[in-house]
Nanobody, 116 residues
Framework: QVQLVDSGGGLVQPGGSLRLSCIAS????????MGWYRQAPGKQRELVAA???????NYADSVKDRFTISRDNAKNTVYLQMNSLKPEDTAVYYC??????????WGQGTRVTVSS
């Protein structure tokens, strides 16, 4: 498994922005896909965004046109730029790398709270 360290969460007002970062303990150049999930209180964890080695990105419908995922292979880091944040974006956000046989890697999570 790869060690992942998530950061960048915090308290922000509706309409504000945050940038999450996920630093991997290994070179991510050859990792095909990385992503961000989130889990709100009382809800299941859901995929927010994912990005492939070729920088092809996918987004949940609820965050399209507001969130942008990117990766910097030289820094072994994946980012999630979140703009126009809404109260319903409040959740703990987790970085994720799928692994063989379900042996996935997860970050420890970073909490995002959107509230006035």
């Amino acid at each position: 498994q790869v060690q992942l360290v998530d950061s960048g969460g915090g308290l922000v007002q509706p309409g504000g922005s945050l940038r999450l970062s996920c630093i991997a303990s290994t070179n991510i150049f050859n990792i095909y896909a990385m992503g961000w999930y989130r889990q709100a209180p009382g809800k299941q964890r859901e995929l927010v965004a994912a990005i492939t080695h070729g920088d092809h990105a996918n987004y949940a419908d609820s965050v399209k046109d507001r969130f942008t995922i990117s990766r910097d292979n030289a820094k072994n880091t994946v980012y999630l730029q979140m703009n126009s944040l809404k109260p319903e974006d409040t959740a703990v956000y987790y970085c994720h790398i799928p692994g063989p046989g379900g042996n996935d890697s997860w970050g420890q999570g970073t909490r995002v709270t959107v509230s006035s």
